[in-house]
């Protein structure tokens, strides 16, 4: 029998429920609010008091209204048809929902319960299996979307019967299976999981030894991420933090998206339903929605849905790499969840951490980012979930406690510079702030000389060290004047210029420039390097300045052309030239 | 709002703050309105049949035997066209003695439009203003506020965009308006024939700052009307919101809260976000635009106020006394409409984005002159042409007394590149060079 209760305090979303039984800590009830039910999470119980998170507004609730408990934590409902729908952060389907305005309780299906699947069986009867292995597959859109035994299911279990080819809904049975007691398990092709907790039907974490491609030069060629990996962007508001990560979602090699738009403007979700649906996905060709999922908590949707949003994306991003795909997840912004966090934190009148935030707050970060990773299934292949968030510090300042916890948490750090935006060096990513560590990893390093060049670690360590020198150097010349430091100096800064402009700098709405494959970004940074490593002879400064402007302009038209087409050979050729005028 | 014959009167307080009254009551909604002593106040906080009421003007003067009077529902506003050529006061009341308006009463600060529903918005809203569409395109269902440090002239930019944005309607939500400027926005309406396109709700600096936290919700309830009901673009102006954020800080402050950065109170985000997130391009052509101002204290946009407003707009309008020419101009520099992308050079002439960004950057080259000649370093030829160029830019597009069609800022900007620059300096693409380059 289900607990349930009545209503006895309302503060805000927080509401006080005298209950009549037992509950657990985040289990799911609903409040009776004259014929509307409203959804909300236990967050704290003291005797017969439970205190209740409301994920909506709870305007014209009254003491005495009834609650019924669940019997459950907040949970996602996984199966085929995942794939490229827009959510909210509960999970409920905006495409079922009635008229223009969201309606409090309006809670439509995840799945789809009319919609048929061509069904095949990947196991036989007889066959032992456990938690996440494959039974069967469907085909999704694209994917093989695997139907698993269920991640509850974490005995051993001997398979009984399984369904033959054919076409089913997803709440018919398509397996039966047995434990050591001979007890039966139907098994259909949608299970529940609570978003809280980590997925680990897996039978092994390895330290991330590849790296994902992105398209992204300042990233991949710079500060590459990690299949597996984890990231986060911080900015001054305006700095490109959504302009990078909607990049990421078109371009990177990922089998599948999800973004979260967590707490952010509904009109940038809004750019991805009108796109995404037309974009293709430059390797595979089919449309950029086939792959993606979006789970959508703007910030005028309830607030306290927004933390729940990131979680029920990670659980999805799970799910599939349960299947063995590579999944891509990004969240915007991570500091709208912290701040939901703190609001809640307030109203139970806990002791505030730094900026009010509660005390827990890294504790709960780095739970999170531990939930990405690069695993080995059961059956020996492999799956990924990389995780890029976005932060958005208070006043631009990185001294906060939101980022300070996510640092803690994530293994690239790409900042975003107000100083390069303010001079439209898109992305604006600080070259030298920013860093992966996983271009400390041995196996990370192996891997890029193995799949990229030889020497290419060292290169781009020596890339960096170009760039650092080249800032001195500006430094110096701020100081003195044009005049009032030797011709090196120039030199030094202008080759870190065409680092700036032809590597790190790159135009997120140009439809070539906006997405450099691995291939070229080696031979574009291998051709601005032997320019780097090339003396030049000048007269003064102003020859100097020149003659790299022209260089530059010369690359970025290379960079606007298609690669090794006509005109980029072209333009390299006019490049030679100019090279040749002034070789030392 | 009149009181209705089955309502009971309490008349037993148990405690009063600034901010708030408590008393026991029972069957009494969240949120829902009372008027306590004559004043009017809402609920915002119930454990058991203690009913805490937070007293929009203040307590006051409240007494403990003071007479409390439920109304058993949240704010309201009745809309209709009736709506149209009035003004309001926060609560809804007909100001100048008019009288109430008849109409459908609709719950204030309702809920959001799904995501899904919403179009991209693509429509550009001209204003005359090249600070604006040149550099800054605005497009309808966008929500943008103006920086602006106290001294300058916001309120008059803002009026003068209003009515030249043709727009179908136009809604002022004033909050801690001084009495002179709520006249000044008057007159200006009136004096251009305006009246029955503009709604007004208006707090002024005479009345109780925590009244101004129901402008915005009135205000946008009534854009919803028109933008829903009657498919019609709306313009929302909200002035100040500075004003209206200080507002909530007093009413978190004074009940307890913990406030967080420069202590605002923690959610500040989220309360922000709800009001401008009401911008929207509805499916059937409606709109609702919000152009909001935002008072900055000594230009600090890090303070918690501009800071969440930046994460919450799409974009920026800084105003600035520019020392050069003493004009006011929009400052191309940090300015920034984050939608211009959606209609410049498609719904502007093919020049647009490449002029728009030469100019900027010439502009920069400027910028960058100056601050050498104040470092005491000599100047370039390329300099002082440079210095020249930014001043007609300044006097010619950007002050925001000047009023031309979007072609004529791109042909004066074309003037201004050829008479001070060289065709390679200004680096425009060569095809447009040829076709727009004056002889
Ligand atoms: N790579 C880029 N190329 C060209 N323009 C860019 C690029 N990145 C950002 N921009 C410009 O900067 C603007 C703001 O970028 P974006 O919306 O990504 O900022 P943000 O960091 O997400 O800001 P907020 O914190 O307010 O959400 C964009 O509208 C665009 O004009
Ligand atoms: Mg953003």
Redesign the pocket.
């Known amino acids: 029998m289900k607990t349930t209760g009545t209503v006895t305090g309302i503060v805000s979303n927080l509401v006080i429920v005298e209950i009549n039984g037992p509950v657990a800590q985040n289990e799911i009830c609903y409040i009776n609010l004259s014929g509307v039910n409203l959804m909300a999470e236990v967050i704290k119980v003291i005797g017969k008091l439970a205190y209740v998170q409301v994920f909506e507004s709870t305007r014209g609730l009254k003491v005495g209204m009834p609650v019924e408990f669940q019997g459950h934590m907040l949970e996602v409902m996984l199966g085929p048809g995942l794939l490229s729908k827009n959510y909210d952060g509960l999970q409920h389907d905006l495409a079922k929902m009635k008229g223009i305005f969201l309606q409090r309780g309006d809670y439509t299906d995840a799945l789809d319960y009319d919609s048929e699947w061509e069904f095949t069986p990947l196991v036989e009867a007889g066959a032992q299996v456990t938690a996440a292995d494959w039974l069967g597959e469907v085909p999704e859109n694209w994917v093989n979307h695997k139907i698993m035994v269920p991640f509850v299911m974490t005995d051993k279990y001997t398979i009984k019967s399984v369904a033959s080819k054919g076409t089913y809904k997803i709440t018919d049975t398509i397996a039966v299976l047995t434990n050591s007691k001979g007890e039966e398990f139907n098994v259909t092709m949608v299970q529940k999981w609570p978003v809280k907790k980590a997925i680990t039907a897996y039978r092994e974490k390895p330290r991330p030894f590849k790296i994902m491609e992105t398209g992204v030069r300042v990233i991949d060629t710079l500060n590459p991420i990690a299949e597996g990996g984890t990231g986060f962007i911080p ?13 990421l979602a078109k371009q990177a090699d990922a089998d599948m998206i999800i973004m979260a738009a967590c707490g ?2 509904a009109n ?1 979700v809004v750019e991805i339903f009108a796109e995404f649906p037309y974009l293709e996905d430059p390797r595979t060709g089919r449309k950029l929605m086939e792959r993606t999922t979006i789970i959508c908590n703007t910030s005028n949707m309830p607030v306290a849905a927004r933390e729940a949003s990131v979680y029920t994306a990670m659980t999805i991003g799970e799910y599939y790499r349960s299947m063995g795909l590579k999944v891509l997840l990004l969240a ?2 991570t500091s709208r969840w912290a701040q939901a966090l703190r609001e809640m934190s307030n109203r139970l009148e806990e002791l505030p951490g730094p900026d009010a935030f509660p005390m827990d707050l890294s504790a709960i970060i780095a739970n999170f980012y531990a939930r990405a990773g690069f695993v080995y299934l059961n059956n020996g292949s492999t799956g990924s979930v990389t995780f890029i968030g ?1 932060v ?1 510090p208070a006043g631009g300042n990185l001294k906060e406690p939101v980022t300070e916890s996510t640092k803690k948490a994530a293994r690239c750090f790409y900042a ?1 510079s107000q100083q390069r ?1 303010d001079s ?1 060096r ?3 990513i600080d070259p030298m702030d920013s860093y992966s560590k996983y271009l400390e990893y041995p196996e990370i390093q192996e891997f890029l000389n193995k799949n990229i060049s030889a020497e290419w670690h060292d290169q781009v360590m020596k890339t960096k060290n170009i760039i650092q020198r080249g800032k001195e150097a500006s430094e110096q010349i701020n100081i003195l004047g044009d005049d009032g430091v030797p011709l090196e100096y120039h030199d030094r800064y202008w080759k870190s210029e065409i680092l700036d402009f032809v590597v790190l700098q ?4 140009d439809k070539i420039d906006c997405n450099t494959p691995l291939k070229r970004q080696r031979y574009m940074l291998g051709k601005v390097m032997d320019i780097c490593d090339t003396s030049f002879k000048f007269d003064s400064f102003e020859q100097c300045s020149t003659y790299y402007k022209r260089i530059i302009n010369v690359l970025k038209q290379m960079n606007y052309s298609d690669f090794q087409s006509e005109e980029f050979n072209n333009y390299e050729k006019e490049l030679n030239t100019i090279l040749n005028e002034r070789k030392a | 709002m009149e009181t209705k014959a089955f309502q009971r009167i309490y008349t037993q307080l148990t405690g009063i703050t600034k901010a708030t009254v408590t008393l026991k009551a029972q069957g009494i909604a969240n949120e829902e309105l009372a008027l306590v002593h004559g004043r009017l106040a809402q609920v915002v906080k119930i454990i058991g049949d203690s009913v805490t009421l937070q007293i929009f003007s203040g307590t006051e003067g409240i007494p403990t035997n003071a007479e409390v009077i439920f109304y058993g529902e949240p704010p309201k506003l009745k809309v209709s066209d009736d709506l149209a050529g009035r003004f309001f006061d926060a609560y809804g009341n007909p100001l100048f003695g008019a009288t109430e308006i008849e109409g459908d009463p609709r719950e204030i600060g309702g809920p959001s439009v799904n995501p899904l529903r919403r179009k991209q918005p693509s429509e550009l809203i001209a204003t005359g203003i090249a600070g604006i569409d040149l550099n800054n395109t605005l497009v309808t269902g966008q929500k943008i506020p103006f920086f602006a440090d106290p001294d300058q002239p916001y309120n008059q930019v803002m009026a003068m965009v209003a009515l030249r944005a043709q727009a179908d309607k136009i809604i002022l939500g004033g909050m801690g308006l001084s009495n002179d400027d709520f006249l000044f926005f008057k007159n200006v309406f009136e004096n251009a024939g305006a009246l029955d396109r503009i709604v007004c709700f208006v707090n002024t600096t005479e009345q109780p700052p925590v009244e101004r936290l129901l402008v915005p919700d009135m205000a946008l309830t009534a854009a919803e009307y028109f933008a829903t009901t009657k498919n019609e673009k709306v313009l929302v102006l909200l002035t100040d919101m500075t004003l209206y954020a200080d507002a909530l800080s007093i009413v978190s402050n004074r009940m307890d809260q913990i406030p967080s950065k420069d202590s605002m109170p923690g959610s500040l985000y989220s309360d922000l976000a709800k009001i401008y997130e009401k911008a929207v391009q509805l499916p059937d052509g409606g709109s609702i635009t919000i152009i909001a101002v935002t008072t900055l204290s000594g230009g600090d946009i890090t303070h918690a106020i501009p800071d969440n407003t ?3 707009t799409e ?1 920026q309008l800084f105003l600035r006394t520019d020392s050069d020419t003493g004009k006011v101009i929009v400052d191309p520099f940090r300015s ?1 409409s ?1 939608l ?2 959606q209609v410049i050079g498609k719904k502007t002439r093919e020049d647009h984005p490449q002029v728009m960004n030469a100019a900027v950057r010439l502009y920069a080259d400027a910028a960058n002159a100056k601050t050498k000649l104040e470092n005491g370093f000599d100047l370039t030829e390329y300099d002082e042409r440079a210095l020249k160029f930014a001043h007609d830019y300044s006097e010619k597009l950007l002050a925001i007394d000047v009023n031309i069609d979007t072609n004529v800022m791109l042909d004066t900007a074309w003037e201004l590149f050829a008479k001070y620059f060289s065709k390679t300096e200004v680096a425009i693409k060569n095809e447009l060079v040829q076709k727009y380059w004056p002889n």
């Open positions: 900015g001054p508001f305006g700095c490109g933090k959504t302009v990078l990560q909607h990049a952010e403007r940038e915007d912004s976005t958005s975003l935006a439209k898109y992305p604006a790159q135009d997120a709405f | 930046g994460y919450i974009g920034l984050r211009k992308q």
